[in-house]
């Protein structure tokens, strides 16, 4: 289902979440990401259970993309989300990774997995939009 009554243009409304996601046509680096995604109501998207992160990542086609998991210490053992400021419940990282303190921002990648990326790079990002 593209789109929703409460979903704004361009987002699409993920069934078995609660939320609306909008995945990148264009490349930023992780700050610009976020600064889109708050722009248009919303922020880089946060998975609060494995069911939730399935369901979206299922919902588009296979790309590396910025997600709202950080590491705000900078030690690989400081990554929290954007919204809520939790640690990760669950985590979907690749093998051996997170791999470096200079990668600090999280990204998906088009396998699935999660890794962990120097900020700075650009790539495509997907926001979520909360409904509740």
Not at 11 to 17: A, D, E, H, L, M
Not at 110 to 121: M, P, Q
Request: hydrophobic share 35%; net charge neutral.
């Amino acid at each position: 289902m593209t789109g929703s009554a409460e979903c704004p243009a361009n987002f699409t409304y993920v069934p078995g979440t609660h939320s609306c996601y909008f995945l990148s046509d264009f490349q930023a680096d992780w700050t610009e990401s976020r600064a889109w995604c708050l722009r248009a109501g919303a922020d880089l998207a946060v998975f609060e259970s494995n069911n939730e992160y399935v369901a979206a990542k299922g919902a588009f086609d296979p790309i590396d993309a910025w997600i709202g998991l950080r590491d705000i210490i900078g030690n690989n053992n400081g990554w929290k989300w954007v919204r809520t400021e939790n640690t990760p419940l669950f985590t979907a990282w690749k093998r051996r990774e997170p791999s470096s303190t200079r990668e600090r921002c999280a990204m998906i990648l088009s396998r699935g997995t999660w890794n962990d990326a120097r900020c700075k790079f650009q790539y495509n990002f997907l926001c979520e939009y909360q409904l509740y």
